[in-house]
């Protein structure tokens, strides 16, 4: 018996949105009906995607979803970051971050660095000082919550060939403000468990404080990188 990978149908819409958001995102005249076709497409997807194991069980949903999602943002940010749904699709892929499926959590990690590499990318466009604006706002109401889940999933789901890409929105999210990075992970590992159901200590003190110090002081993403492996062997 031959197995039928059985695409939901609400990835081909998103797909299809993303090829036209490609097309013509760039079009003054087309960016308002854009918008309110990814409005419309992402009611009914986040509907699907908060059912119980949504997102393990539509991973090609997720993929196509942050796809379209970052298809938008390269085109036009400012249309994307001033809309409402913007924080909807921000909280699903908070969400959606811990996800072990090689695409989908590809497309995630790629909107998220895209989505926060908008605020200090060419700063010498006009609508620069707009964007930058935006993605703090953005940072300043979600910040906490996605470094959260970053660690957790970094360190409790995700497998080690995601790291690179895990590594480039933290990255990012120094660019921004790296003051307040700092202090955001060291709430974040001030939330991880210590030590196993049996008591046994998996890290110390000194190794949380070391790793805090080598990712808030690193001047290139691949130390993060680095950073990032060294720890997750700990809790492996």
């Known amino acids: 018996m031959v197995n039928v990978y059985r695409v939901h149908p609400?990835?081909?819409?998103?797909?299809?949105?993303?090829?036209?958001?490609?097309?013509?995102?760039?079009?003054?005249?087309?960016?308002?009906?854009?918008?309110?076709?990814?409005?419309?497409?992402?009611?009914?997807?986040?509907?699907?995607?908060?059912?119980?194991?949504?997102?393990?069980?539509?991973?090609?949903?997720?993929d196509d979803l942050f796809r379209l999602a970052t298809r938008f943002i390269q085109r036009s940010p400012?249309?994307?970051?001033?809309?409402?749904?913007?924080?909807?699709?921000?909280?699903?892929?908070?969400?959606?971050?811990?996800?072990?499926?090689?695409?989908?959590?590809?497309?995630?990690?790629?909107?998220?660095?895209?989505?926060?590499?908008?605020?200090?990318?060419?700063?010498?466009?006009?609508?620069?000082?707009?964007?930058?604006?935006?993605?703090?706002?953005?940072?300043?109401?979600?910040?906490?919550?996605?470094?959260?889940?970053?660690?957790q999933a970094v360190c409790f789901c995700l497998p080690p060939y995601t790291l690179p890409d895990l590594a480039e929105v933290i990255w990012e999210i120094m660019q921004i403000d790296r003051a307040t990075f700092c202090r955001w992970l060291e709430a974040s590992l001030k939330s991880l468990p210590k030590e196993t159901a049996g008591g046994a200590i998996t890290v110390t003190h000194k190794q949380l404080t070391d790793f805090h110090k080598q990712v808030t002081s690193a001047d290139e993403c691949k130390k993060v990188c680095w950073a990032l492996r060294d720890f997750t062997r700990l809790f492996r």
Do not use: W
């Open 78 to 151: 400012t249309t994307l970051l001033q809309s409402q749904i913007i924080i909807h699709i921000l909280n699903c892929a908070i969400a959606a971050v811990i996800l072990d499926h090689r695409d989908a959590n590809c497309s995630i990690m790629k909107f998220l660095r895209d989505l926060i590499h908008t605020g200090v990318a060419k700063d010498h466009e006009d609508d620069f000082e707009l964007r930058k604006e935006l993605i703090k706002q953005v940072m300043t109401q979600h910040g906490q919550q996605l470094v959260n889940q970053l660690l």
């Open 10 to 62: 609400h990835s081909c819409f998103l797909y299809l949105g993303s090829i036209l958001v490609d097309e013509y995102g760039m079009e003054e005249g087309c960016r308002q009906g854009l918008l309110d076709m990814v409005q419309a497409l992402c009611m009914p997807t986040f509907q699907l995607l908060e059912q119980p194991n949504g997102l393990r069980d539509h991973p090609d949903t997720v």
